[in-house]
């Protein structure tokens, strides 16, 4: 069955530092790989999206690389702030309809 | 600019009785929608989704069912709403395009449903 595996352990970093969160996926082929914020309490929006013939994707401070070799997809944060601190979820599309993780929740400390 | 809206924020009802959310769009025509549910503790759980006026897809065998009466709206109801149906409601919708996977959702702000 398909599987996107993201680490539900929370990830606790210090302001300034480069967070890094990991996107696991199986028996999917996916095109597209999709990265979304979640506050609590919030509808997810959008931050990301990259193909699968993009090694790399930027915007501002995030940065997302897609591995279909490796099944992977990494998500990074650069230069840190409090205010990244959110539930980041990954995405595959499946048909019309898009898979998410149960994602990843950040807590960056001042 | 587009809008997503959807009401009630929260809810409190009990088992056995019927329920009935919306969802509108505003500042886009076309679009596909999508109903998920977040569950405490659990992720995103795609409900069902509509490429088109009165065209619904199910994705998970259970008791709501959903509708879309008009191009922008979109209902997701029960006949007896179960305790196993509480959870965070989200719709959403995209663009409608031939590649689905190509093209971002863009989430409303949700409705708390607790079943009592």
């Known amino acids: 069955s398909q599987k996107i595996e993201q680490n539900s352990e929370a990830l606790n970093i210090q302001e300034g530092k480069t967070a890094t969160l990991t996107c696991n996926y199986t028996?999917?082929?996916?095109?597209?790989l999709q990265w979304y914020r979640q506050d609590p309490g919030r509808g997810p929006v959008f931050l990301l999206l990259?193909?699968?013939?993009?090694k790399e994707k930027r915007k501002e401070r995030l940065k997302v690389t897609f591995d279909t070799t490796l099944k992977q997809s990494l998500f990074h944060i650069t230069a840190s702030q409090p205010a990244d601190s959110a539930t980041y979820l990954c995405a595959l599309n499946s048909g019309y309809a898009l898979n998410f993780g149960k994602g990843t929740s950040l807590l960056v400390t001042p | 600019s587009q809008t997503i809206h959807q009401w009630p924020a929260t809810l409190v009802q009990p088992v056995g009785s019927p329920l009935s959310l919306e969802c509108t769009v505003e500042g886009t025509s076309n679009p596909n929608l999508y109903w998920y549910r977040q569950a405490a503790g659990r992720g995103l759980q795609l409900l069902f989704y509509s490429v088109g006026i009165g065209q619904i897809s199910s994705e998970v065998p259970q008791n709501l069912s959903a509708s879309r009466p008009q191009d922008r709206q979109f209902i997701l109801s029960s006949k007896k709403l179960l305790l196993s149906d509480s959870g965070f409601y989200l719709c959403a919708w995209s663009v409608r395009g031939r590649s689905q996977g190509a093209y971002e959702q863009y989430f409303g702000p949700g409705t708390r449903l607790t079943v009592t």
């Open positions: 028996n999917y082929s996916p095109a597209y």
């Open positions: 990259i193909r699968e013939n993009e």
